[in-house]
C-alpha cells in the first residue's frame, strides 16, 4: 500500500509569484485535504476535495485554490505569494464516508517566500 | 479563537515511566478526537483516536481518556521510550459537519530521556 506522497519537498519563491504543489493520494482514499502550518503552530485546514469537488475551506483567501483530478491526486495553487505564506503545507488523504475519520498525512512541502 | 488548546508547549520525562499530554477544547460540536505523532521532517503520524461516545480507548501503550462535561482530553503513553520523543497534535472533529477538517491544537513537544 503507497503512502501518501508529496512534491517537491523544498520550495523558494518570490513574494508576488504563482506556485504549485502536489500530492498523490494514500492508495484506496477519494478524500484530499490541505493543511498549512506555520512555525510553531499545529496545522490550520485550509480545504478538501472529495470526488473531485470542493467540500468546505478554511479561512483561507481566494488566492490559494486547488484541484483532484480522477485518480484523486491533488494539486494546491497560491497566486500572488506573501511572505506570511512561508510555512509548511501538508497533505491528508482520508476514505470519505463513514469511515473518513483517520486522515494520512504526507511528508509536506516546505515553501519560503523572499 | 483557539477551539483545541494543548497549554504544555514541552514536557519531559524518563524513560519507563508515564507520559501524560493534555488536551482542552471549546467548541461543544466536536465529537471526533484524534492524537497525532510528528518527527523533524515528516509529516503527522495518526496514533490513536477516540468517538465522544467513549471515554477511553487503548492501543498497546497509548490510551486517550475524553472527559466530555470538561471539554478535556489526555493522552496517556506507558511506558515512554526514548523512540516517543516528538511533537504531539490533539485534533478535533465535528463528524456532522459538511467535511471532515480537523481542528488542530499547537502541539507538545515530549522528550523522553534515556
Known amino acids: 500500500e503507497t503512502g501518501v506522497t508529496q512534491s517537491p519537498t523544498h520550495l523558494i519563491k518570490t513574494r508576488g509569484q504563482q506556485v504549485t504543489l502536489r500530492c498523490s493520494s494514500q492508495?484506496?482514499?477519494?478524500?484530499v485535504s490541505w493543511y498549512q502550518q506555520a512555525l510553531g503552530q499545529g496545522p490550520q485546514f485550509i480545504f478538501q476535495y472529495y470526488r473531485e469537488e470542493e467540500n468546505g475551506r478554511g479561512n483561507f483567501p481566494p488566492r490559494f485554490s486547488g484541484l483532484q483530478f480522477p485518480n484523486y491526486s491533488s494539486e494546491l495553487n497560491v497566486n500572488a505569494l506573501e511572505l506570511d505564506d512561508s510555512a509548511l503545507y501538508l497533505c491528508?488523504?482520508?476514505?470519505?464516508?463513514?469511515?473518513?475519520?483517520?486522515?494520512?498525512f504526507g511528508p509536506g512541502t516546505r515553501l519560503t517566500v523572499t | 479563537d483557539q477551539q483545541v488548546k494543548q497549554n504544555s508547549p514541552s514536557l519531559s520525562v524518563q524513560e519507563g515511566r508515564i507520559s501524560i499530554l493534555n488536551c482542552d477544547y471549546t467548541n461543544s460540536m466536536f465529537d471526533y478526537f484524534l492524537w497525532y505523532k510528528k518527527y523533524p521532517a515528516e509529516g503527522p503520524t495518526f496514533l490513536i483516536s477516540i468517538s465522544s461516545i467513549k471515554d477511553k480507548n487503548e492501543d498497546g501503550r497509548f490510551t486517550v481518556f475524553l472527559n466530555k462535561s470538561a471539554k478535556h482530553l489526555s493522552l496517556h503513553i506507558v511506558p515512554s521510550q526514548p523512540g516517543d520523543s516528538a511533537v504531539y497534535f490533539c485534533a478535533a472533529q465535528n463528524s456532522g459537519g459538511s467535511n471532515y477538517k480537523l481542528t488542530f491544537g499547537k502541539g507538545t513537544l515530549l522528550t523522553v530521556n534515556p
Open positions: 492508495s484506496g482514499h477519494n478524500t
Open positions: 491528508a488523504s482520508s476514505l470519505g464516508g463513514i469511515e473518513s475519520y483517520e486522515q494520512y
